[in-house]
């Protein structure tokens, strides 16, 4: 361990001691010299300026680096204590401390006092005795313990949630190189966010300015609780002291500075990558310059040498950038592909300046040895565990990223970019990292102690170490294990969760999860240049044979339900396969007479005590009309809009209804990678930015092309529409009024007919309302609808975020739900009244509308994710504490058809998925093929 990176060493201390002591030397002599000069009425040769012992100190501290001052740990309160913070007693814990390279884990108490860690395993009995009558204790009851959860890359904040126009501060459009900015100045106290990620185990995060310029300007570390001042400034963690303007008490404080090469400044300001590194260089000429302006005079200064120097050299805009050459501040890089990290290390080594992490940085894994030619020290690397493929610069982006990048002596850090990712699920990019290979040691230490490091702050938080700052989250279950929730979250040693609600897991959660092993499909990553080929394989043979099947799940249009369990016959079982349909499932004598096929032409495939599922189900995004999403030549692009203008004539009287299978594209990356991960089927809509979609479609993700048998499931599934707060035109009341003049009275054309399909209830209506209002809207208007037609409508809601406050109402109306996304955020005003689940209420949105008897599926936002399926089910699953079932939770996926499938109903056998080892419902298991009796085969991967 480098405990001591940040200190300086003992011969650098007394070296500026001695400095110090010769320069003041130099001013007394200087002094009596003049003195003698004056009485002895000699002319004036020099000057002594009365600014000149400032002027030396500050000559002498220009490069002093920065770090605790050295009596740091002899502090016996937090610079953050506040003060009547009760004492806690956490006992019966299991303590991630993050020593030892994150192997070192104690069983014992943890003691917190006066903002800080006092005792960490044993705790004394004479503290114990002292505290006696104040000590809050805690009971963990043998679960585990951590530092509190730092997230290296944030906006919160700055990018508020809900996001409103008066409050998007996290960009600048006023330049490419703005070092003086300060996102400080944009933080927002009253953002939503600051409670649900602190219920997500969050206690500290570094706020950067966003990317849009090369130099974006200064990033703050805060830690999330309130403060009793309610300030920003009161927020921020040891702030460098130019900005709160505490005396200095020690050496300078670290700075963070964000850097942005790559599409965003670039896209921004309509200039290429090499004007953007032109931008850098020319800005970093410009502080070397003053920098070295500075340097020439304080030599001068420092010899004495006043004469005819003028007051010392500075420039406000240029200052934090000349810090940066004085090796004082943290650069937070953000750079994606090896273009552009080798640009930064090239300026990095041109003006000798170090780099501390490269951000997002899709392409790292790829050009290690590049990231370790940074000038002075290879810098961390900060990255998401699976959204990718969302820009042309994140297309070869791994999930096998950060167990390569560690594997070649990097550090790694998972970050959230938030509200780009919910910080609150940070710890959730921990752990799939962690499923993804990611040593356990490292994946804990990525959320925590990595990255205090990285901002420079890992001598107070990070760690659970005597001393330390007091952020402490207990848990629920193992930290690496799905689904953990804090139990309790400690920020400077005041517990944040007022009431929280957990549930006990099962002994194995409290264990760290035995992933799959995935070398193989690492090495690929790597040895394909990031794009390994994806398509799926057909097995050899027509009949393959899965043994050691623990459960066989399968689904009709009844629903999913268990068709095998080993735990009632108490042995596992078989499924014998034959051109993709199953002939028999169950155990082994139910099998026995399929004994007869030949076993030459069988092929077997163990599930080592796994199982088999129905294929899961994708919805939400744009999953088969789009390869990236911000390249719009990969794209189907957007429809029409009958409510923002004239339709093109060419359409039609009635400007038609757009079929999304019409611009279906097959075998883009994130199908292929949902395939993989047991997506079998997306449903998806026309891409719209207004009111009105058109007809979805039910494709197979395993095809690779239209025309391939059973490609197409539906080719015009439902009918979509959007009721939303746009603002300005069209008003929610006129997307109203359009639905219902289409519904009560269709016009002529195919507009009409789909519309009059859906009053009569013959395809469903599939309405995004995110808000309960718009909701209780649409509920009154399918009354109207049905009473004035005689008719039963099929009304399904997406997005839905508020839908918990109207379950009764919902389900009275037998309208079901279809949540987006399944873990709900407050990104915007209209879905703020989320239900957040534990530990910030009981009921999870899913459970309480599931308990109402409502039909729920969960969809998702963006494409890259619908390969998360399999853990999103998992953790609908685990929020429910046990309220909903395997089946249900299983239901959430495959009801998606039933709420958006229109026509079909589920007939003939499902597609099925085989899953090696382990649980559906944890991280043990992967998927090793597809049972496809649509494409007539088995795939294998
Ligand atoms: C830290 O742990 C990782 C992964 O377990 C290991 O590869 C690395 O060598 C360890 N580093 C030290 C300094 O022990
Ligand atoms: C198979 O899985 C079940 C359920 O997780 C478990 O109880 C059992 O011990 C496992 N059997 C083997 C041989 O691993
Ligand atoms: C939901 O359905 C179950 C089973 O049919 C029934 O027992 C229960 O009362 C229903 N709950 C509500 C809130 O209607």
Redesign the pocket.
């Known amino acids: 361990m480098d405990k001591v990176h940040w200190s300086p060493s003992y011969e650098t201390r007394s070296t500026t001691r001695r400095r110090v002591i010769s320069a003041l030397g130099l001013v007394f002599l200087l002094g009596l010299y003049l003195q003698y000069q004056s009485t002895t009425g000699l002319l004036f040769t020099s000057r002594i300026p009365a600014h000149a012992s400032t002027t030396v100190a500050r000559c002498l501290a220009l490069d002093q680096k920065p770090g605790p001052p050295t009596n740091f740990y002899k502090r016996s309160e937090s610079d953050r204590y506040a003060p009547g913070t009760p004492p806690v007693l956490i006992k019966n814990a299991r303590i991630w401390t993050g020593g030892e390279n994150g192997t070192e884990v104690l069983r014992g108490e943890i003691l917190l006092e006066k903002g800080l860690i006092k005792e960490v395993g044993r705790v004394s009995s004479r503290s114990l005795a002292r505290l006696k009558e104040e000590l809050v204790v805690y009971d963990a009851r043998d679960r585990w313990v951590t530092p509190g959860i730092v997230d290296l890359h944030s906006h919160l904040g700055d990018a508020s949630s809900p996001e409103l126009e008066g409050a998007v501060d996290d960009n600048s459009l006023k330049g490419t190189v703005q070092p003086w900015l300060r996102a400080l100045d944009g933080l927002n106290t009253h953002d939503d966010s600051y409670a649900l990620s602190i219920a997500g185990g969050v206690t500290t995060s570094l706020v950067l300015p966003g990317s849009a310029n090369a130099i974006g300007g200064q990033g703050f570390t805060i830690k999330l609780r309130r403060t009793k001042e309610r300030s920003p400034t009161s927020m921020l963690l040891e702030p460098p002291y130019q900005i709160d303007g505490s005396p200095q008490t020690g050496p300078p404080r670290w700075r963070q500075m964000k850097h942005a090469c790559g599409e965003n400044p670039s896209a921004v300001y309509s200039v290429t990558r090499m004007d953007t590194v032109w931008a850098f260089r020319e800005a970093y000429n410009k502080a070397k310059q003053v920098k070295q302006t500075q340097d020439a005079y304080c030599s001068k200064a420092l010899a004495g040498a006043w004469e005819g120097l003028g007051d010392f050299p500075e420039d406000l805009q240029w200052e934090a950038l000349v810090d940066v050459l004085r090796g004082k501040v943290k650069v937070q890089t953000h750079c994606y592909e090896a273009v552009d990290l080798d640009d930064i290390v090239r300026l990095s080594n041109e003006f000798q300046f170090p780099i501390a992490a490269f951000h997002h940085a899709s392409e790292a894994y790829l050009v290690p040895d590049l990231i370790k030619k940074a000038y002075d020290h290879p810098p961390a690397v900060a990255i998401f565990a699976t959204n990718a493929r969302y820009k042309r610069e994140a297309y070869r982006s791994s999930e096998f990223a950060a167990r390569i990048l560690a594997e070649n002596g990097l550090k790694v850090v998972m970050k959230s970019d938030h509200p780009v990712l919910n910080s609150r699920y940070l710890l959730y990019e921990a752990q799939q990292a962690f499923y993804y290979g990611l040593p356990e040691n490292l994946a804990l230490a990525s959320v925590t102690s990595t990255p205090a490091g990285v901002m420079g702050m890992d001598h107070r938080i990070g760690y659970l170490k005597g001393g330390w700052d007091a952020d402490v989250v207990m848990w629920d279950s193992h930290p690496l294990a799905l689904g953990a929730t804090p139990a309790q979250v400690f920020i400077d040693g005041i517990a944040q969760l007022e009431q929280p609600y957990t549930f006990s897991k099962p002994d194995n959660f409290q264990k760290v999860p035995k992933v799959p092993n995935f070398d193989k499909q690492a090495a690929d990553a790597v040895k394909f240049d990031g794009l390994p080929p994806l398509e799926p394989k057909k097995a050899d043979s027509d009949y393959v044979l899965f043994t050691n099947v623990r459960s066989v799940f399968t689904s009709d249009a009844e629903g999913v339900r268990e068709s095998f369990s080993a735990n009632e016959v108490s042995e596992n079982g078989v499924v014998l396969v034959d051109k993709g349909r199953v002939v028999c499932s169950g155990s082994r004598t139910t099998c026995a007479e399929f004994a007869l096929v030949d076993e030459v032409n069988v092929q077997m495939v163990d599930l080592k005590n796994g199982t088999v599922i129905p294929g899961l189900v994708s919805f939400g995004s744009p999953l088969g009309l789009e390869h990236i999403d911000q390249e719009d030549s990969t794209n189907d692009g957007w429809v029409f809009d009958p409510l923002a203008g004239a339709m093109p004539k060419i359409l039609g009287s009635d400007g038609g209804i757009t079929r999304a299978v019409d611009g279906l594209q097959f075998a883009s990356r994130d199908a292929l990678l949902a395939y993989r991960a047991g997506v079998t089927k997306a449903i998806t809509a026309p891409s719209h930015g207004g009111f009105f979609s058109g007809l979805s479609v039910s494709f197979s993700l395993g095809a690779m092309h239209k025309l391939e048998t059973g490609a197409i499931v539906q080719d015009a599934a439902a009918v979509h529409v959007s009721v939303r707060h746009f603002g300005g035109v069209p008003s929610v009341s006129t997307q109203i009024a359009a639905l219902r003049h289409l519904l009560l009275d269709p016009p002529q054309g195919d507009v009409g007919r789909w519309f009059k399909k859906a009053a009569e209830g013959t395809v469903p209506l599939v309405v995004e309302a995110h808000n309960a209002d718009i909701i209780a809207t649409l509920i009154m208007l399918k009354d109207e609808i049905e009473e004035a037609r005689g008719t039963t409508m099929k009304l399904t809601i997406t997005g839905a975020e508020e839908a918990h406050l109207l379950a009764a109402e919902i389900?009275k109306a037998k309208v079901g739900v279809v949540l987006n996304p399944s873990r709900p955020f407050p990104a915007v005003w209209e879905s703020r009244r989320i239900l957040p689940g534990p530990p910030l209420s009981e009921q999870s949105a899913i459970s309480l509308l599931l308990?109402?008897?409502v039909t729920v599926g969960i969809g998702i936002q963006e494409k890259w994710s619908a390969r998360n399926l399999f853990f999103d089910i998992a953790w609908a699953a685990l929020e429910a504490g046990g309220r909903i079932s395997e089946v249900q939770a299983l239901s959430l996926s495959s009801n998606l058809e039933k709420l958006l499938g229109g026509e079909v109903e589920v007939t003939g056998p499902t597609e099925l998925v085989a899953i090696e080892g382990g649980s559906v419902f944890d991280m043990t298991s992967k998927v090793v093929a597809v049972i496809s009796p649509r494409l007539q085969l088995v795939h294998l991967f």
């Open positions: 389900a308990s109402h008897n």
